[in-house]
């Protein structure tokens, strides 16, 4: 079985540009989030999508961040403008259609650098 | 104060050495807790979760809940090499619910 695709695994940019990043979720799973995990700190949830809609946002600093998940399938996860305090690896994690937390499983991740 | 409190060591053991792994938290309505593996540049990776108080075994894991106390523990018996990774700790409310992470305990196991 395939696992949680994220691309790409590295991106660095300058403070004010923006950034997306790609998630591609186990096949079948309807629960999709990203989490936020900066360096020496636990993942923090950004956003959860139960197929296409949105379950949980209230993490995401929404005056920057979007994200979106066409189709319920994969989804994407915008910065704009970006900021020095955005560097962090971004986790993309999916579970299936009861969208339980202790049967999610993460992606790499995505390491953005922010300069 | 933040809701799930984990020392971030860095614990550094021999091989075979039996570790121990804990935090604390602070909301009484946690009903799950969870355990994760992190190797570096990797995702998480879930090892097992316990429901309310009590103990769970896993191979070489051991998850232990103490409501009463607010803590929660780790055990890995015979410990190896490939245990080398960053331990993260989770309370949920409900198993749908939102995790909330501690920040990990960094552990390296010696040859």
């Known amino acids: 079985e395939a696992g949680v695709a994220q691309s790409p695994r590295y991106k660095i940019i300058e403070k004010r540009q923006s950034v997306a990043f790609w998630c591609n979720p186990i096949s079948g799973h309807a629960t999709l989030y990203w989490y936020q995990q900066i360096l020496g700190q636990g993942p923090k949830l950004l956003i959860q999508f139960q197929n296409n809609g949105v379950v949980d946002d209230s993490q995401l600093p929404k005056d920057r961040f979007s994200a979106e998940r066409l189709k319920g399938v994969d989804s994407t996860l915008k910065i704009q403008p970006a900021k020095l305090e955005d560097s962090a690896v971004y986790l993309c994690?999916?579970?299936?259609?009861?969208?339980?937390?202790?049967?999610?499983?993460f992606g790499q991740g995505t390491r953005l650098t922010v300069v | 104060q933040k809701e799930v409190e984990q020392d971030p060591g860095p614990l550094s053991v021999p091989e075979g050495a039996i570790v121990s792994l804990n935090c604390t938290y602070s909301n009484s309505a946690f009903q799950y807790f969870m355990w994760y593996r992190q190797y570096s540049r990797k995702g998480p990776e879930l090892l097992m979760y316990?429901?309310?108080?009590g103990n769970k075994e896993d191979g070489r894991f051991t998850a232990q809940v103490d409501k009463s106390s607010k803590y929660i523990s780790l055990f890995i018996r015979d410990s190896q090499p490939s245990d080398s990774a960053t331990y993260l700790c989770a309370g949920i409310v409900s198993r749908a619910g939102k995790s909330t992470f501690g920040d990990g305990t960094t552990l390296t196991v010696k040859p």
């Open positions: 994690a999916s579970s299936s259609n009861r969208g339980l937390n202790t049967e999610a499983f």
């Open positions: 316990t429901y309310s108080s």
